[in-house]
């Protein structure tokens, strides 16, 4: 299928040839091809020509197909954006009134600025983009008046490092300080070593957070065509404290 003129149904971002970068994931995505250039995904939910892919990112994004009610128009925040490529995804297919890419490093968030600028999405009268830093390890009252108007947080990704569960999980309980559980949480997380995603659990139960597997292999295939990135393993959490009062 050809993709419109003004490149509404792909997102491109410049290929970064190694998989951990300075201690983070954030500039590049798992299982890379070891190919470099540009990505270029189609978003016509029929094609796609990716050089690597962001695996639970991807899952993210296909799942959200079937529920798309839960970013359209709302005010959306995601956190360890890193690439931003399903951030970018999402703001095309879903178009959410506001969408906010985070992570802790200014490198980073400079090129993830560089991949909105080169995917259109800046100046949309109908949709806000913004990236901004986020530390997990000194998140605070600021950044809970910062996105008190937050809907919807979203994290792809994120569990490699069990030495991040905590900071990652007190974050969660700044951003959701003013509307509590009125903010929708969605974890997507490719289960690479069962101990460590085990540690996760025990973390978060041990903290006051529930997970529920809300995973839907029907998605698959959604936006990409099977094949193009590895789904196994692939699982989408709603995050909720146990108690709807803190």
Not at 66 to 88: A, I, Q, T
Not at 102 to 108: F, N, P, S
Request: proline share 5%; hydrophobic share 40%; charged share 20%.
């Amino acid at each position: 299928m050809t993709p419109d003129d003004d490149g509404s149904r792909y997102v491109s971002i410049p290929y970064e040839p190694f998989v951990i970068a300075n201690g983070t994931t954030g500039l590049s995505a798992w299982d890379v091809s070891g190919l470099s250039g540009f990505a270029v995904v189609c978003l016509d939910l029929l094609t796609i020509v990716s050089l690597f892919n962001p695996q639970a990112g991807f899952y993210l994004v296909e799942w959200l197909t079937m529920h798309p009610e839960l970013v359209r128009r709302k005010c959306v925040v995601e956190l360890g954006s890193g690439s931003g490529l399903s951030g970018l995804s999402i703001c095309k297919l879903f178009t959410p009134s506001s969408y906010t890419f985070t992570d802790h490093r200014e490198d980073i968030l400079e090129r993830i600025r560089r991949n909105i600028s080169l995917n259109g999405l800046q100046g949309i009268p109908s949709q806000s983009v913004d990236v901004m830093e986020l530390d997990w390890f000194c998140s605070s009252e600021q950044d809970a008046e910062r996105w008190k108007d937050t809907d919807v947080l979203l994290a792809a990704d994120v569990l490699y490092d069990p030495d991040l569960f905590e900071p990652f999980l007190l974050t969660l309980n700044v951003l959701t300080a003013n509307r509590g559980s009125q903010v929708a949480i969605l974890l997507a997380v490719k289960i690479r070593a069962e101990e460590t995603f085990r540690k996760f659990q025990i973390t978060a139960e041990s903290m006051g957070w529930v997970l529920e597997d809300i995973s839907a292999p029907d998605a698959i295939g959604k936006v990409f065509p099977p094949g193009c990135y590895s789904h196994e393993n692939c699982h989408l959490f709603s995050v909720a404290f146990k108690s709807s009062t803190r």
